[in-house]
């Protein structure tokens, strides 16, 4: 029977650090709004993440997947023009022989 008592202290205390995060309050709030909703959603977690607001907005993350695509595009130009560059500057460099003997 003592086993029952701890249990539920640790229910109860867990319960209460639930609520001192405003955790329940959050979580009761999406429930209902997903109770109310007159067409469910197909991916629940989707609709769990986008109102409980966890991890960028969606409009957040298809700007920063856009910049990722625009930075690797002018990454990969850099990368062309230093290749030309070190071979344009091959070109005007001495042999280390030749260098050498002046």
């Keep these: 029977m003592a086993r029952f ?4 202290l640790q229910r109860e205390q867990f319960r209460r650090y ?3 995060g405003n955790v329940l309050d959050m979580l009761t709030k999406v429930l209902v709004i997903l109770y109310e909703e007159p067409e469910k959603p ?3 977690m989707d609709f769990l ?3 409980l607001a966890i ?7 298809l700007a920063l997947r856009l910049e990722m695509i ?3 595009q002018k990454y990969q130009l850099q990368l062309e023009e230093n290749k030309e560059l070190k071979a344009k500057l091959a070109q005007f460099e001495l042999p280390k022989e030749a260098g050498q003997t002046e």
């Design 5 to 8: 008592g701890a249990a539920d």
């Design 18 to 20: 639930l609520e001192k």
């Design 42 to 44: 197909n991916n629940v």
């Design 49 to 51: 993440k986008q109102h």
């Design 55 to 61: 991890g960028p907005e969606p409009s957040d993350a």
């Design 70 to 72: 625009e930075l690797r």
